[in-house]
């Protein structure tokens, strides 16, 4: 079993997004050392990306500030370096970026620091399961899952999806870009019941999860709960400061899924 | 490896969001239908014929080809369709299968504003909601065709993320789709984008190649041995090639834009500066950098400002059957000079950098060749920026 689906073993479980490198990749490593601390289940560490089509303004503007903060991605894989060889992070952690950024990298290259930096899977929110194939082959060559991604649209793709899924499975709660919102009016639990006729991965469910509640209710369908914008909201208000607020929120979170 | 669907070579692809796969799916079983079926087609010529004027004519511009003194040059007067420029073509094709699709509503990005005015004017005929998404810097630049858009009955919306020019504006267009698909369709503006759009857009720009090969057959009696035209995504430069892919015998060249320089950051031209990447629902030809990151382009023409260009361009590229050329601002300026002043016909912004080219091109090259520029639109739209460019300020 991989480090991911372990994540998903001790009860429900939180997922926090971070994007690397807002304000700077120093902050990000306490946010994920404090996200550890507080309970998170796994992490998902956003490699920063010009143009992010999936993303709605939070993450979108975080990615830039990122990047003009002078982010990269060969910094990013030395924080997790960091990360797993110096500051202790043992919770499995999966980078979310675009395809290009991994292609242009060179996908066999890039996978290979991935692994050797300790990152265990990569979501890939451009890349859909008719193009997977270029790029799983040789994540699992390197041990990593290739996260697929089920959305309210899929209907009767899920069974197809599901069962060629590693890792978790990300259920997309909305349609639409990332984002808070303030309601969630999707199906989620006819959605991951056709999941589970299909396969054992977990599922996590996330887009558009803010609030303790709003995570609860969620989790009660799920394995797990994905939470981004929110979290780069915090980032973006309190700067080099947000390392401790973000572990006061993953903690909120976590309590209310337990 | 099995082959993912719409590869040009080793280009194209459905590089998208899941949520889009089921509307992409949609789209491209409708169009497989209705691209045969002879009701659609004969709605679409007529919708052609009697609403966009076409077909367009093939002109011997004589003054040129006297004073540039090498060959003979055709124009294919793009300029001339209703709403001033090949969109007309593409968008037409798309608002009918729309329409069949049972959508009620079109959205579109739009750099120039062309493909924006087609779509909003294709809206109103059929009665159906447009919203166009258009880059904020590109709504100063081309505030006449904004104006026109909205006298159609289209929102505009200014997108000002980014560098705010057209590859923002179709990221803003996948965003909105993403978030409402059951009632609409993404009018894509060129020959870009996730499988099927690369085929549809240039099944439905193919009509200027089809025309133009019997129109100098008829005035020439033979192919010609030069085919022009300018290269933003590529829709009008792949439907002025495509009927002569398999003449040999027809050297297909692309126009791209340099803006200021393809040794200088400010350009946009993809296949002279870019190198292979997965962008925009595609895998092709991208200005970036290291990382990947997308690089911010420039061009004085807001139609060829994208740092990528269609899949099936790129392939001509790697196979060589095509050639692709860098025109900076400051030729195209000279080349939208020039043919008013010569030809008395003002061409887009766009359409003068194929001009300026074949302004390179033509001396060199003996009377007997015979060279078809394709003029995509026309100019009354760029009079403001150009007067500013040339240092003067005109009041719209
Ligand atoms: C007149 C004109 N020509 C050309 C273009 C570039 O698009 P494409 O390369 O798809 O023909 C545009 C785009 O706005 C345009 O308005």
């Known amino acids: ?258 | 490896m099995p082959e993912s669907k719409g590869r040009f070579g080793r280009h194209g692809g459905q590089y998208i969001p899941e949520t889009l796969m089921n509307a992409i799916i949609e789209l491209e079983e409708a169009y497989n239908h209705y691209k045969d079926d002879p009701e659609f087609n004969k709605e679409l010529t007529e919708l052609l014929n009697d609403y966009a004027g076409r077909p367009s004519n093939l002109y011997f511009a004589k003054k040129m080809t006297k004073d540039l003194g090498g060959a003979k040059i055709y124009l294919k007067r793009e300029d001339l369709n209703h709403t001033g420029s090949h969109k007309i073509n593409n968008v037409l094709g798309q608002a009918l299968l729309a329409k069949k699709m049972g959508k009620t509503r079109l959205i579109a990005e739009t750099g120039a504003g062309q493909h924006g005015v087609a779509t909003a004017t294709a809206a109103a005929l059929f009665g159906m909601e447009c919203v166009v998404f258009m880059g904020k810097v590109d709504t100063e630049r081309q505030a006449l065709n904004v104006y026109r858009m909205k006298l159609l009955g289209a929102d505009v919306v200014p997108v000002t993320s980014g560098t705010a020019t057209l590859k923002d504006a179709v990221s803003e267009c996948m965003r909105e789709w993403t978030t409402r698909i059951d009632d609409t369709h993404y009018c894509l503006g060129s020959v870009m984008g996730p499988h099927p759009f690369p085929t549809i857009v240039r099944d439905f720009q193919a009509v200027i190649s089809r025309e133009s090969k019997a129109q100098v057959l008829e005035k020439e009696g033979r192919l010609p041995d030069y085919v022009l035209a300018c290269c933003g995504g590529g829709s009008n430069a792949i439907g002025s090639f495509y009927h002569y892919i398999e003449e040999e015998g027809v050297n297909l060249i692309g126009c791209e834009a340099a803006g200021r320089g393809i040794d200088t950051f400010e350009t946009a031209a993809t296949i002279n500066t870019g190198r292979i990447g997965i962008f925009h629902g595609m895998k092709s030809y991208f200005c970036q950098d290291e990382y990947g990151q997308i690089a911010p382009v420039y061009s004085i023409s807001a139609g060829l400002d994208y740092p990528g260009i269609g899949p099936e361009h790129a392939m001509l590229h790697d196979s060589g059957r095509a050639q692709y050329v860098a025109v900076t601002d400051e030729e195209a300026v000279n080349a939208f000079e020039y043919l008013s002043k010569t030809e008395g016909i003002i061409p887009a912004i766009e359409s003068a950098h194929a001009v300026a080219h074949a302004m390179k091109l033509a001396p060199t090259l003996p009377k007997d060749k015979i060279m078809i520029i394709t003029i995509s639109g026309r100019g009354d739209k760029d009079c403001a920026a150009i007067a500013r460019y040339r240092g003067e300020n005109i009041n719209e």
């Open chain 1, 1 to 258: 079993m991989s480090n991911i689906a372990k994540a998903f073993e001790n009860g429900k479980a939180f997922v926090p997004f971070i994007t690397c490198g807002d304000p700077d990749l120093e902050t990000t490593a306490k946010c994920v050392v404090e996200m550890q601390k507080a309970g998170a289940a796994l992490i998902e560490l956003g490699i920063p990306f010009s143009d992010p089509t999936a993303e709605g303004p939070v993450i979108m503007e975080a990615s830039l500030r990122a990047l003009e903060a002078g982010c990269t991605t060969d910094k990013v894989f030395e924080m997790v370096r960091k990360l797993r060889t110096e500051m202790g992070v043992t919770v499995p952690m999966v980078f979310m970026t675009y395809a290009n950024v991994v292609f242009s990298y060179g996908i066999e290259r890039f996978c290979q620091k991935a692994s050797e930096a300790g990152i265990d899977g990569m979501i890939l929110p451009d890349v859909p399961f008719e193009e997977k194939d270029e790029f799983d082959g040789i994540c699992k060559n390197y041990g990593l899952d290739l996260i697929s991604l089920i959305a309210p649209t899929s209907e009767e793709r899920i069974a197809m999806i599901a069962k060629e899924a590693s890792g978790f499975i990300y259920i997309v709660s909305s349609l639409g870009v990332t984002g808070v919102r303030s309601e969630i009016t999707t199906d989620i639990p006819s959605i991951v019941a056709s999941v589970r006729a299909a396969s054992d991965t977990p599922c996590a469910i996330g887009f558009g999860i803010s609030t303790p509640e709003q995570a609860q209710k969620m989790s009660q369908s799920a394995d797990g709960v994905i939470v981004g914008s929110a979290i780069v909201k915090l980032v973006a208000q309190y700067g080099k400061d947000a390392p401790e607020h973000v572990g006061e929120y993953v903690k909120s979170m976590v309590d209310a899924i337990k």
